[in-house]
């Protein structure tokens, strides 16, 4: 069993790929999106700078916010549900 990785659209189709899914293994989160970015070349570019992740970047697991948990070294483990939300902002009024 792996990490279930759901992604935005605006990072799927950054990364040119077709579906909102991924699968990664267990670790803590940057070594998630290491793993990621070996299947998806890019993909640690724009989630992460220097070691942390973006801050227009969300990640929640099992739809706890990791920002309240260990940020970047929280865990993750088989059969967790990990969504990256990426921060919207701007618009009229």
């Known amino acids: 069993m792996a990490v279930?990785?759901?992604?935005p659209d605006a990072l799927k189709h950054g990364l040119k790929i077709q579906i909102?899914?991924?699968e990664g293994k267990s670790g803590?989160?940057?070594?998630l999106i290491?793993?990621?970015d070996?299947?998806?070349p890019t993909f640690a570019e724009r989630t992460v700078h220097e070691g942390k992740i973006r801050r227009f970047i969300n990640i929640y697991i099992n739809e706890e916010d990791i920002r309240f948990i260990k940020n970047e070294e929280t865990e993750v483990k088989d059969g967790d549900e990990v969504s990256?939300?990426?921060?919207a902002?701007?618009?009229n009024k």
């Open 4 to 7: 279930k990785v759901t992604i």
């Open 20 to 22: 909102n899914e991924l």
């Open 28 to 31: 803590t989160i940057i070594n």
């Open 34 to 36: 290491n793993d990621l």
């Open 38 to 40: 070996k299947q998806y």
């Open 84 to 87: 990256i939300v990426a921060a």
């Open 89 to 91: 902002a701007g618009g």
